[in-house]
């Protein structure tokens, strides 16, 4: 209940404050459905960028030996930006083929249980600020720290036009 509350609160907002800069900077994006404009900010924004797993048995991942026991950096970010998974794996470009072949919110039995909520509150907030993104210019960007785990961006500080 914890990481729903709190840990969905949180991945939500850092994901809403870069997805604002991306359309307040490409403002034409928000003529496309809001909810592929969505999906495909979750493909190239996902608030989670990599994840640790320990694994079970021995395999062996893309050519390397993984004994058991090991731990494992998935990279959620990476499988957003694959060649092999959109048209154009690298820009934004909503309704694409492969904008809803993401992890941003995991996979299986690690799956976040509040990604239906998650995207149902970013299509609400990107609906009801598009007005206001298109009159918008960044007066300072969200820069936050490198981090492993979760993009943490800063405040993202605009100003009407």
Excluded: K
């Amino acid at each position: 209940l914890f990481f729903l509350l709190v840990a969905g609160q949180e991945t939500t907002s850092q994901f809403l404050t870069l997805l604002a800069h991306e359309l307040i900077g490409a403002p034409s994006l928000l003529d496309a459905p809001v909810g592929a404009v969505v999906e495909e900010g979750l493909r190239l924004l996902p608030p989670l960028v990599s994840w640790r797993r320990v694994a079970v048995e021995d395999t062996v991942l893309g050519g390397a030996a993984v004994a058991a026991g090991e731990s494992v950096l998935v990279w959620l970010a990476a499988a957003g930006v694959d060649e092999g998974v959109a048209e154009c794996p690298a820009t934004m470009v909503p309704g694409q083929r492969g904008s809803r072949r993401h992890l941003a919110f995991g996979a299986g039995a690690h799956r976040c249980l509040g990604s239906q909520l998650a995207r149902l509150e970013a299509e609400v907030v990107v609906s009801e600020l598009a007005p206001l993104l298109r009159r918008c210019e960044v007066v300072s960007p969200p820069v936050g720290d490198e981090n492993l785990s979760f993009r943490m961006p800063g405040p993202l500080v605009v100003a009407m036009r």
